[in-house]
């Protein structure tokens, strides 16, 4: 008997690289937890490791951002709130830009009707 796969996924098994007990800077609450914004667990809130080393849920450092008193600075260290990717250094003005600009694309998908440029 011959059988022909079609189709198959894989499965894929990831844990953080760090300690259990490790908590967002911002909210307090385990990275394995869920983040106030979010309520629900899950990838839908990554987590963010600055430059400086300290770690914090993407939604938590993205309000802390929002706020003009946190001048772009890390909350813990109160140093340049900066994050490194494949790609290079992003500081914190291009990161909530980014993060803007998905939001906007995503929700441009969500409604599959195309977005008018702000004037």
């Known amino acids: 008997m011959r059988v022909r796969i079609k189709e198959w996924n894989a499965v894929a098994s990831w844990r953080w690289d760090m300690p259990?007990?490790?908590?967002c800077g911002i909210c307090r609450v385990q990275?394995?937890?869920t983040c106030p914004t979010c309520k629900?667990?899950?990838d839908d809130c990554s987590l963010l490791i600055g430059k400086c080393g300290h770690s914090f849920?993407?939604?938590c450092l993205l309000t802390w951002i929002a706020q003009e008193s946190s001048?772009?600075?890390?909350p813990m260290c109160r140093q340049s709130m900066a994050y490194t990717?494949?790609?290079g250094m992003y500081t914190a003005d291009i990161f909530l830009l980014e993060f803007e600009w998905k939001k906007n694309d995503d929700e441009s998908q969500d409604t599959h009707?195309?977005?008018?440029p702000a004037s």
Do not use: I, N, S
């Open 57 to 59: 849920h993407m939604h």
């Open 20 to 23: 259990e007990d490790e908590v």
């Open 85 to 87: 990717t494949e790609l």
């Open 71 to 74: 001048k772009g600075l890390c």
């Open 40 to 42: 629900f667990p899950g």
């Open 113 to 116: 009707q195309p977005t008018e």
């Open 31 to 33: 990275f394995d937890g």
